[in-house]
């Protein structure tokens, strides 16, 4: 066999499959989220086991799986496991993988945001990949610094608010840290992440510009994969299950 032909040979590769929690009450209530941990609604949690039972539909099986820290992804996790009916997993849970941090605009109303900033400037806080939200004071006790679960991870988590971009630099540096290196050795990895953050990863995976990422959208409760080979490359770009 030539070496053209070997080339032409498809690659083994391990699956990653990425999804964004199912929905959670501050969803249901248009509330900006960031890192303030509502849990899942009914729906959400029967969303989750919807997105389960695909993926036993599909054969999929697990050999770990990464949350965020927050109460919404755990919940989604819990839901999906139980409905594929699959062996307990060793679970990480990952600051990098939170969402983006909403800044002083957690727990604020979308609606009322937009009535009082207009939709331009609504937008560009929501959607926009440089726009950094209005950011949060050190002693406002949404800060990550005066929470007990990031205090102890020291300055690298004390965001007072993200662009996207400062997401996707995060969340780049959790794929090269942890997600590439399981997928190299073979090991297939569920990841249970936030709308924001699973933007920031696609436009860094799939090369995205800021203005298509601007426009990309990631519905909660639905799955999508990408294909690793064991050189680290990715094999096409995303794809829903």
Not at 182 to 205: D, E
Request: with cysteine.
């Amino acid at each position: 066999m030539n070496p053209k032909e070997i080339a032409r040979m498809p690659q083994a590769t391990t699956p990653i499959v990425l999804l964004r929690h199912a929905q959670s009450e501050w969803n249901l209530a248009q509330r900006f989220t960031g890192w303030a941990n509502p849990g899942l609604t009914e729906a959400g949690r029967l969303e989750a086991r919807a997105a389960g039972e695909r993926l036993a539909e599909l054969g999929y099986r697990f050999d770990a799986a990464a949350c965020s820290l927050l109460q919404r992804t755990h919940e989604t996790l819990g839901e999906l496991l139980i409905a594929m009916d699959h062996e307990p997993l060793p679970v990480r849970a990952e600051w990098r993988i939170n969402e983006r941090h909403y800044g002083a605009l957690e727990g604020l109303s979308k609606p009322e945001m937009m009535t009082r900033y207009g939709a331009e400037q609504f937008q560009r806080w929501r959607r926009g990949y440089r726009e950094r939200p209005p950011l949060l004071a050190e002693d406002d006790p949404r800060h990550p610094r005066n929470r007990e679960e990031y205090r102890s991870l020291g300055p690298e988590a004390w965001t007072a608010g993200e662009s996207l971009a400062d997401t996707e630099r995060r969340i780049a540096r959790w794929w090269q840290e942890t997600a590439l290196p399981a997928a190299r050795a073979g090991k297939r990895l569920l990841v249970v992440s936030h709308g924001n953050t699973l933007r920031a990863l696609i436009k860094h995976l799939d090369r995205l510009s800021p203005s298509q990422v601007e426009a990309l959208e990631v519905p909660t409760g639905r799955p999508l994969a990408y294909q690793v080979g064991a050189d680290g490359r990715l094999h096409g770009g995303h794809r829903y299950l």
